[in-house]
Each structure stands twice: as C-alpha cells, then as structure tokens.
C-alpha cells in the first residue's frame, strides 16, 4: 500500500475503529500491534491529531510511537490519516463506539471510598513511600478541570511513584463539566497497581431528582506542590 490519504476502518462489513488501550503483543495479525494513545474526537473538534503506539514483546506498550490525524464524520464514522506502519506493524480494530452521545447522559458511577486521598496506608508509605487512594500508584489529573462551556477536554493523567508527586508515567483521558455541577471522565484502562483517586468538594447547587446532583462530587484527586 501507498498510505496516502484518509482510511475508513471495517470489520466483517460493520464500521470499526483503532482501539484506544494497549493491545498486547501477537494480537491483530502482527507481534507489533498498533493502537491509539488517546481518544477519538468528537464531530465538533474536527480534525486532530493523535499518538498511535505499537506495543511489542521487548518494549511492552508504547514500545514506539508516531502521530496521525483523526476526524469524527457525519454519519457517525471515524477516518484516519495514517502513516506507513513500520516492520511487523499492523493497525488493530475494534468495533466502532459513537461519538455522538453525550457523556452527561450516559455514564458509569464509580462510588469506591477506597479512592480517596484521604485513604492512606501508613504501613506502606514506610515500606514503599506513596500509598494513597488504596494503592502504590495513584493516578491524578495534571491541569485544571474544564468549565461547562469547554464542552469535552483532553487532560493528562499522571501516576505518581513510591516517594514523590511526580509525573513519572502518563496517559490521556476526556473530561467533561456538566450541568448540575459535576464531572464525567472517559476514563482508560490503568496500569497494574494503578488506580483512580478521589476527593471531595461541595457543590454550589443540588437537587434531589438527579443521582449526579447530590451535597458532594468526586473529581480526580489534584497533587499540590
């Protein structure tokens, strides 16, 4: 193939698109399967770009990694501009997922105490340094929540190591402000011994109709420096 212009992704005749988690090596017909590192754009965002990583059996993941562009069509469907893939390279499909739903309208509650800040285990934080929201690894969210008029944002997720704040592993995820005062995230899929953390803060308005709008949200635990 020439791998010039825009592709349209198929699978057994129904629309698919490039998955967004990591594929593990030997999948999709090739020791180096490709997968996006991000996620797909909504209809309003046109075109972007997005960082595609091919996992393999030495370098795990995001062994490599190179950039295409990405557009959500009318007529729900996803094109990409895709780039040559390199030796033993192949691009992995899974079935499409719409991009037009509205994730205020359709989302998972996540209601684990355990992913609180708070959540500290003394014990492991002298054996293995930060242990916060029930794990070794929390995972929190590096720049400032959107407000309701930014619509669906990109955030960067950082994890934080055994003895300091930093950024030492990261990944993308979708936020979004929705009205009621509350946050959903498009979260991915975390590493072993990763996990989400949380905390609490008032809400300057609720109402008893809807389970989003009650006294209190959790967000994605920020770290202060």
Known sequence: MN?????????????????????????????QPLWLNGHHPRPEEGVVTRQVCGSSYWNGCCGSSYSIEVKACPGDYYVYALVSPTYCSAYCTVPFTSPNVDPCDSYTSLYDVWRSTSNYNYYYKYNYGTCSCGTSQPLWLNGHHPQPEEGVVTRQVCTSNWYECSCYSTYSINVKACPGDYYVYELVSPTFCSAYCTEVRHLATSSPTTESATSVSTTIGRVLY
């Open 3 to 31: 791998w010039t212009g825009w592709y349209r992704l198929f699978y057994y005749g129904l629309d698919a698109q490039i998955p967004e988690s990591c594929v593990i090596s030997g999948s999709c017909g090739t020791s």
